[in-house]
Nanobody, 118 residues
Framework: QVQLVESGGGLVLAGGSLRLSCAAS????????MGWYRQAPGKQRDLVAT???????NYADSVKGRFTISRDNAKNTVYLQMNSLKPEDTAVYYC????????????WGQGTQVTVSS
């Protein structure tokens, strides 16, 4: 059974920082991309950032220059360093892992709340 455990969310003032972590455990073979998505109330879930097994990254335009995604392949863990946070970054943040030779497996974490107050 595959499990993604997220941590690091919370309440922060605008301009502050948070670091999210997501550790994957269980029978996961061939982890490819790992990433973070977020969903604000009443909105769809959107991509925040992804990172491939080779270290290539992709960011939403709204977070470029403020957020940094990284991963530790030995620990099957992905991180999201969030700086210069804005109230519009408030959302539930979800960890995602795409695995399998053909990216046929897709796993999600339970979500962690990030609230940025002005």
């Amino acid at each position: 059974q595959v499990q993604l455990v997220e941590s690091g969310g919370g309440l922060v003032l605008a301009g502050g920082s948070l670091r999210l972590s997501c550790a994957a455990s269980g029978s996961i073979l061939n982890i490819n991309a790992m990433g973070w998505y977020r969903q604000a109330p009443g909105k769809q879930r959107d991509l925040v950032a992804t990172i491939t097994s080779g270290g290539s990254t992709n960011y939403a335009d709204s977070v470029k220059g403020r957020f940094t995604i990284s991963r530790d392949n030995a620990k099957n863990t992905v991180y999201l360093q969030m700086n210069s946070l804005k109230p519009e970054d408030t959302a539930v943040y979800y960890c995602n892992v795409a695995a399998g030779i053909l990216y046929e497996y897709d796993y999600w974490g339970q979500g962690t709340q990030v609230t940025v107050s002005s």
